[in-house]
């Protein structure tokens, strides 16, 4: 498995792991308290994020390593692609859902909404570009090394 591989992994164990202790949280809690901030959904989801974001610091290149070779890079073109284009079609999902129940003047009067519309989209963003490295680098594996 190499760098990106790694990098994959942690990411959807990360949001997975975030989605289900959100569950929970959520599950557990009276309405009032999850939309009123601060709230321990946020005090999930915000330092998973920032985790994943510094995912390529804790999985550091070995010195001497290539980073990226052209099959690489074409990859992560093809993942981030895929990646952004899931997180377009759940922001609009999820207004749509919000404008349903809630009405779109209302939706306003829950400040916490907006960040957990936010959030969520970036997990299933993370998800879906870190399942579309996975899936790419399974149909090809010519170069890799097991670690």
Not at 72 to 93: C, E, M, R, T, Y
Not at 128 to 140: C, G, K, N, W
């Amino acid at each position: 498995m190499n760098r990106w591989q790694k990098i994959a992994w942690f990411n959807i164990t990360l949001v997975l792991v975030c989605f289900m202790v959100c569950l929970i949280l959520t599950a557990t809690m009276k309405f009032n308290r999850i939309v009123t901030p601060p709230t321990p959904l946020s005090l999930v989801i915000i330092p998973s994020l920032i985790l994943v974001a510094i995912s390529k610091i804790i999985f550091g290149k070995k010195s001497g390593q290539v980073d990226f070779d052209e099959r690489d890079i074409q990859i992560h073109k093809k993942s981030h692609n895929v990646g952004l284009w899931s997180f377009v079609l759940a922001v609009v999902i999820q207004n749509v859902i919000c404008v349903l129940l809630i009405g779109p003047r209302r939706a306003l009067d829950y400040p916490l909404i907006l960040l957990l519309m936010v959030c969520t989209a970036g997990g299933i963003w993370i998800m879906t570009d870190s399942i579309a490295t996975l899936v790419q680098y399974s149909r090809d594996p010519r170069g890799e090394k097991n670690e």
